[in-house]
């Protein structure tokens, strides 16, 4: 619908010219009025009917949306909740895992480093032990060989003794032979000289 003034006139579909009221009259706002809820009325109510009926739809979209968002925020919160609950639940898990493992291990090292201590002393009792041993060892085999030194020694000392005993015994053997032959030569030689003289 088109409405245009003109010469202070309203043409109008039906080709009817209105006269349009003075401005400056008082009583011309009220007959305006009248005259645009002739004109217009209708029609007004009827948009203001559909913006009434728009504005309800966009009320209830919105709340539609409202609840919408805000189940989707609460499903969203929830699986959040729970992905970080799960998550949580993973980590102190593998907290206490490693927690155990790290409790186990060092319970190793310690039993380890145990054994290897003891190890260690016993190896050094043995060490000791034997290095006393390998010592008496030492000490009476050279106790043994001092005394088969010494018993040698004597052995050697009293055979040389006996040589030279005997040595002796020899050379008085070989004077006194040697004296008896003497004599016997000279006894001789007498015998000799007398036989010769007589």
Known sequence: ??????????????????????????????NLDKIREILFGAQARDHERRFAHLEQRL?????????????????????????????????????????????????????LTAASEQKARHLEA?????????????????ADLATEIRASHQAVSNALHEAVRDLRAEKADRLTLATILMEASQRLSGNRDRAESG
Do not use: W
């Not at 619908?1 to 706002?29: C, F, I, R, Y």
């Not at 929830?78 to 790290?102: C, D, I, M, N, P």
């Not at 043995?126 to 050279?142: K, P, S, Y």
């Open 1 to 30: 619908m088109e409405t245009s003034v003109q010469n202070e006139t309203l043409t109008v579909p039906a080709g009817k010219k209105v006269e349009l009221p003075d401005h400056e009259d008082p009583s011309a706002s009220g």
């Open 126 to 142: 043995l060490t000791a032990q034997a290095q006393r041993e390998l010592q008496d060892q030492f000490t009476a085999r050279a």
């Open 59 to 111: 009320i209830q979209e919105a709340e539609e949306l409202r609840a919408d968002l805000k189940r989707r925020f609460d499903t969203l919160e929830a699986y959040v909740k729970k992905e970080f609950g799960g998550l949580a639940e993973r980590l102190s898990q593998e907290h206490e895992t490693r927690s155990g493992a790290v409790r186990n291990l060092t319970q190793d090292l310690l039993q």
